[in-house]
């Protein structure tokens, strides 16, 4: 019977510190998984960053080319109007000159005429050079502003998935901890719960 009992015995206790075991390793491997999948996130909230940052270099350079464009548009503008202005002065030299050939006074009457027509006209074109140059101009600002806040954006996107990953991976590795220590608590009551069974079975105890 004692032999029958000690073998009864050590069958629980084999059993119970299997089980035992087995929490305290499946706690473990949570933890160690939680801790896998937290840095795996955190890489991921890293890359994300740079990500939105590389985005935000290509805005940040479409922004300058689009003001360099503006600047440009603008010179452009200007050396087209001083070019159109000398063309004008030229077209009115030509008519004092035809004026003058033909022995009419272009100091006088229609002459005269004819010559501020020919500048209010050129006049009204040189400005109508600059007004586009200017409407150009600011198409292009337009761009660079627009660029400016796409960089912005992205920049804080970026800033926000790695925030937003990094809270992510410490709620992980927290989640794996708890794991852990559930399967502590879990291992702890096994062998307190197995105890008392253990005690009836080696020495016929009963509570009570």
Known sequence: MAAMTALATALAVGGLATSVWGQIKAGKAQKKAAQTAATATTEIGKLQRKSAEAQAELADYNQAVADLQAEDAVDRGAEAESRFRTQVRGAI?????????????????????????????????????????????????????????????????????????????????????????????GAASSLLGGGASLLAMRYQFRNG
């Open 93 to 185: 030299g030509a008519q004092r000159a035809a004026f003058a050939g033909g022995n009419i006074d272009v100091g006088f009457g229609s002459a005269v005429d004819v010559q501020a027509d020919a500048a209010f006209l050129g006049e009204m074109d040189a400005l109508q050079i600059r007004t586009n140059a200017a409407r150009e101009a600011w198409g292009f600002k337009v761009q660079a502003e627009d660029y400016r806040r796409r960089g912005d954006i992205m920049r804080r996107e970026g800033v926000n998935a790695e925030e937003a990953a990094r809270i992510n991976a410490n709620a992980q590795r927290q989640s794996g901890g708890a794991a852990q220590t559930a399967s502590y608590w």
